[in-house]
């Protein structure tokens, strides 16, 4: 110690102690700073984020802000999850072609991958829902009839009695369901996209939710069956009433004039 | 055998008929008519003459899907029960299984999947519903626009309109008994429209529903109104309009050879017996395919009724959508006093319904106070030669049409990619512009088409050929009409505006002239004045236009 005191004073002393006191500071860092930082850029899901940050600067930044922020233009992006951005891109309506009312559905034009790249990055802004697995919404063995009374209760306000869609106020509209992959309605469910009340697990259970996409299956699918004949839109006496008058009395006064222009010819005396 | 109406003495050549037994047809007809009087009825109007137009059928089809509607409703008393007790489902439909709901809604289900032809026959029944009210429409407006509502004719004009009005509650409650989501969402708005109604509102609404809505109560009472009081009333009503079709004979537009105290056609036996018996049979072919063709009301879809459920797209069948339209046009206004709420946006809606409906249904009143033509009428007008009764029941149309729209909005908005506060505000200004526009639109149209009929007679048709004249002229080829067509473009009367009179006397004392007389003339002007008709070629013009003075 002796040696250490006598030389406290050296001109180089304050340069030890500071040189000590960083690698200490230093140490204890690498000590107990996250450590995942360090491995992140080994594994698969930090170069997900990677790649995801790099779609996201290209196609989404523009309203969403470099940082999913949000700007004036479009909301922040932190704690909508996976399953939103799953969704959103998935059915082609994000990115956004143009502002509106509403984002309308669109072809989609990135990969599952890309989208799954994006859903990382953007799941990394704040905790949300994940993507569902497909055990979760696949509709085998639900309850269809306990759908169709939760679909009633909590969907056909706005999507019509079998999800053939319905209009908002101005300009906005409850898209049509009909032949929606089950795990965008799961999805759409879960996060509640545009103007969508979101229905969380508390909300709608996971069987809840099956039982609802059983439900649409069988009601508004490609193969859903229409005992009645043509369906004419599933839209109600909106359209009957049209065909009635159209195709029903247009075609009886068709026949009509058919009887009429045939007629007894007079005798010629 | 077109116009004469001598009988047919048939059986009178007959002589190599032993003496022994007559036909059996004739022991038949000599049977009944011993009884039942027949001869005398039947030899008054197996000849009767019916004239020919494809317009006078729509009276027919109506006749016919009402009786469609009759017969198939039959079937489906057999297995409906009008009964609102809670059951559980456990019929053939998978997707209801298990479920809780109303006799009423189970015993339709059942009528679609389980009973045999049931579908069919409800759709028929449904279907039969929406052609018949639209029939009743059209064939109003037939007779409404050719002025076949003109004395002799007023009170069968009332007996259809009534039938239209019976036909649309008829339909409601029809509609209204399956119980389901959609007609019980139709049900809880005419239950607001009830209570909307001051003071008796609450009172009518406790008595119609047997206290609180929904009740226990209401598919029974709907049951009973649908299938006996208002069919019942309108049979009687049918009957009465048919009765008084053969009294008043049938109107005939004009022609040569046709006045007011004949009637041109073909006698109701044989002719019509076939045309008519067919064309039942070709209406409810025709029905029957559209019902099996198209699904009208698939009530298994729509779900059982909770008062706490409700979809959108809830409308009523079209015929009720008028009402509908003016609900969903309203603003929401409401006055609030002593505790009690005056509910101006369903109220001020369901006057307007009424006032709207009593405006078709008074008019031939008030056109023959403003013509005070008090003569009878069987020549019907063709709408042009009406201008201002055209265009008046052409804008009625319009605003009927718009409130369809209104009724319809949200379908509307999805499917031309609208904002739905944009359609409301279209109907709600459309409702008051569309039908002057459409007045003034059509009363130039008809204007036009008198003018057109004028040159035609004076100048007859245009040949399309032109012909170069020796001097280098062009002149183009008109061909004069035929005697008959000329008639038939002239045939029209045309009436002088009424004149109030000098307003002194012969002494110089003013003459006090009433508010409603002035009102008289004035309407009368704008019936029959200057402007608002073309005046028929006469006689005179004729002649010395094709004496060879006149050039074309």
């Known amino acids: 110690m002796k040696k250490l005191s006598a030389r406290r004073r050296h001109?180089?002393?304050?340069?030890?102690?500071?040189?000590?006191?960083?690698?200490?500071?230093?140490?204890?860092?690498t000590a107990f700073a996250p450590a995942d930082k360090a491995q992140a850029d080994t594994t698969a899901q930090s170069l997900a984020i990677d790649e995801g940050k790099k779609l996201?600067?290209?196609?989404?930044?523009?309203?969403?802000?470099?940082?999913?922020?949000?700007?004036?233009?479009?909301?922040?992006?932190?704690?909508?999850?996976?399953?939103?951005?799953?969704?959103?891109?998935?059915?082609g309506r994000m990115p956004a072609q143009q502002p509106g009312a509403q984002v309308p559905d669109k072809k989609n034009i990135y990969s599952q991958a890309e989208i799954d790249q994006l859903a990382a990055f953007v799941a990394s802004l704040g905790a949300g829902p994940a993507v569902p697995t497909k055990e979760q919404y696949d509709p085998a063995d639900a309850d269809i009839a306990e759908g169709g009374?939760?679909?009633?209760?909590?969907?056909?306000?706005?999507?019509?009695?079998?999800?053939?869609?319905?209009?908002?106020?101005?300009?906005?509209?409850?898209?049509?369901?009909?032949?929606?992959?089950?795990?965008?309605?799961?999805?759409?469910?879960?996060?509640?996209?545009?103007?969508?009340?979101?229905?969380?697990?508390?909300?709608?259970t996971e069987k809840n939710k099956k039982d609802i996409i059983?439900?649409?299956?069988?009601?508004?699918?490609?193969?859903?069956?229409?005992?009645?004949?043509?369906?004419?839109?599933?839209?109600?006496?909106?359209?009957?009433?049209?065909?009635?008058?159209?195709?029903?009395?247009?075609?009886?006064?068709?026949?009509?004039?058919?009887v009429a222009a045939r007629t007894a010819k007079a005798k010629k005396s | 055998?077109?116009?004469?109406?001598?009988?047919?003495?048939?059986?009178?050549?007959?002589?190599?008929?032993?003496?022994?037994?007559?036909?059996?047809?004739?022991?038949?007809?000599?049977?009944?008519?011993g009884r039942l009087g027949i001869?005398?009825?039947?030899?008054?109007?197996?000849?009767?003459?019916?004239?020919?137009?494809?317009?006078?059928?729509?009276?027919?089809?109506?006749?016919?899907?009402?009786?469609i509607i009759i017969l198939t409703g039959v079937y489906l008393t057999l297995f409906f029960h009008p009964s609102m007790n809670e059951i559980e489902y456990h019929g053939s439909y998978v997707p209801l299984q298990g479920q809780l709901m109303s006799e009423a809604f189970a015993s339709t289900l059942d009528i679609s999947f389980d009973v045999r032809g049931g579908l069919l026959i409800r759709q028929i029944h449904h279907w039969a519903a929406?052609?018949?009210?639209?029939?009743?429409?059209?064939?109003?407006?037939?007779?409404?626009?050719?002025?076949?509502?003109?004395?002799?004719?007023?009170?069968?004009?009332?007996?259809?309109?009534?039938?239209?009005?019976?036909?649309?509650?008829?339909?409601?409650?029809?509609?209204?008994?399956?119980?389901?989501?959609?007609?019980?969402?139709?049900?809880?708005?005419?239950?607001?429209?009830?209570?909307?109604?001051?003071?008796?509102?609450?009172?009518?609404?406790?008595?119609?529903?047997?206290?609180?809505?929904?009740?226990g109560d209401f598919v029974a009472r709907f049951y009973s109104i649908h299938i006996l009081l208002l069919p019942g009333i309108m049979l009687g009503l049918v009957v009465a309009h048919l009765i008084l079709v053969f009294y008043h004979k049938h109107t005939q537009f004009a022609g040569p050879g046709k006045t007011n105290n004949n009637v041109v056609g073909m006698p109701l036996l044989p002719v019509y017996m076939a045309k008519a018996g067919g064309f039942f049979f070709l209406v409810f072919g025709f029905i029957t395919m559209i019902a099996a063709i198209a699904s009208i009301n698939p009530i298994w879809v729509l779900g059982p009724y909770r008062p706490d459920l409700v979809s959108t797209g809830a409308q009523p069948d079209w015929y009720m959508g008028f009402a509908e339209g003016l609900v969903?046009?309203?603003?929401?206004?409401?006055?609030?006093?002593?505790?009690?709420?005056?509910?101006?946006?369903?109220?001020?809606?369901?006057?307007?319904?009424?006032?709207?409906?009593?405006?078709?249904?008074?008019?031939?009143?008030?056109?023959?106070?403003?013509?005070?033509?008090?003569?009878?009428?069987?020549?019907?007008?063709?709408?042009?030669?009406?201008?201002?009764?055209?265009?008046?029941?052409?804008?009625?149309?319009?605003?009927?049409?718009?409130?369809?729209?209104?009724?319809?909005?949200?379908?509307?908005?999805?499917?031309?990619?609208?904002?739905?506060?944009?359609?409301t505000w279209f109907v709600r200004i459309g409702f008051f512009v569309g039908p002057v526009i459409a007045f003034i639109v059509t009363k130039r149209i008809c204007l036009g088409l008198q003018r057109r009929d004028r040159d035609k007679v004076l100048h007859g048709r245009e040949s399309g050929i032109i012909k170069r004249l020796p001097h280098g002229e062009f002149v183009e080829v008109h061909e004069p009409l035929s005697q008959e067509a000329m008639y038939t473009l002239t045939a029209h009367e045309q009436y002088k505006p009424a004149e109030i009179g000098p307003t002194v006397d012969e002494n110089g004392v003013e003459r006090k002239v009433k508010g409603p007389q002035k009102l008289r003339a004035k309407l009368s002007k704008a019936y029959y004045g200057e402007e608002n008709q073309i005046p028929k070629p006469t006689a005179e013009e004729y002649k010395e236009i094709t004496s060879g003075h006149g050039h074309h």
């Open chain 1, 11 to 29: 001109p180089l002393a304050a340069v030890v102690v500071l040189l000590l006191a960083l690698a200490a500071t230093g140490g204890l860092y």
């Open chain 1, 56 to 91: 996201y600067a290209v196609g989404c930044s523009t309203c969403h802000g470099t940082g999913g922020q949000g700007t004036s233009d479009g909301p922040s992006l932190a704690g909508v999850g996976a399953a939103a951005v799953d969704f959103q891109v998935g059915t």
């Open chain 1, 149 to 204: 009374e939760l679909f009633r209760t909590n969907c056909a306000q706005c999507h019509n009695f079998t999800g053939k869609g319905g209009a908002l106020t101005r300009g906005k509209y409850a898209p049509s369901l009909e032949d929606v992959d089950p795990k965008y309605i799961y999805e759409a469910m879960l996060h509640g996209p545009q103007n969508m009340p979101s229905f969380p697990d508390t909300t709608l």
């Open chain 1, 214 to 258: 059983a439900y649409l299956d069988e009601v508004n699918s490609d193969d859903s069956e229409s005992p009645g004949g043509l369906e004419l839109g599933g839209l109600g006496p909106v359209s009957e009433g049209l065909f009635g008058w159209i195709f029903g009395l247009g075609g009886l006064i068709a026949v009509a004039v058919w």
């Open chain 2, 1 to 33: 055998m077109s116009t004469t109406t001598t009988p047919n003495p048939s059986g009178a050549d007959a002589p190599g008929r032993s003496r022994g037994k007559a036909p059996a047809g004739e022991r038949v007809a000599d049977w009944a008519d």
């Open chain 2, 39 to 67: 001869y005398s009825l039947a030899k008054a109007n197996m000849r009767k003459i019916f004239p020919d137009h494809w317009s006078f059928m729509l009276g027919e089809i109506c006749l016919y899907s009402f009786l």
């Open chain 2, 130 to 215: 929406v052609i018949f009210l639209a029939g009743m429409f059209v064939h109003m407006m037939r007779v409404f626009f050719t002025g076949a509502f003109r004395k002799p004719r007023e009170v069968n004009w009332l007996f259809g309109f009534l039938l239209l009005v019976l036909g649309m509650f008829t339909g409601f409650t029809g509609y209204s008994l399956p119980d389901d989501l959609l007609s019980g969402t139709g049900v809880r708005f005419t239950q607001g429209a009830i209570l909307s109604m001051p003071i008796v509102g609450t009172y009518i609404s406790m008595f119609l529903f047997g206290g609180e809505f929904p009740g």
């Open chain 2, 328 to 423: 969903r046009a309203m603003p929401g206004w409401e006055i609030n006093f002593w505790g009690h709420t005056l509910a101006l946006g369903v109220l001020i809606p369901l006057v307007i319904f009424g006032v709207f409906l009593a405006i078709i249904a008074l008019y031939p009143f008030v056109e023959s106070w403003i013509t005070g033509d008090k003569r009878e009428h069987h020549i019907l007008d063709r709408p042009r030669n009406a201008p201002t009764r055209t265009a008046f029941g052409v804008a009625w149309v319009t605003a009927y049409m718009i409130m369809l729209i209104g009724g319809g909005n949200d379908i509307v908005a999805t499917h031309f990619h609208l904002s739905i506060n944009a359609v």
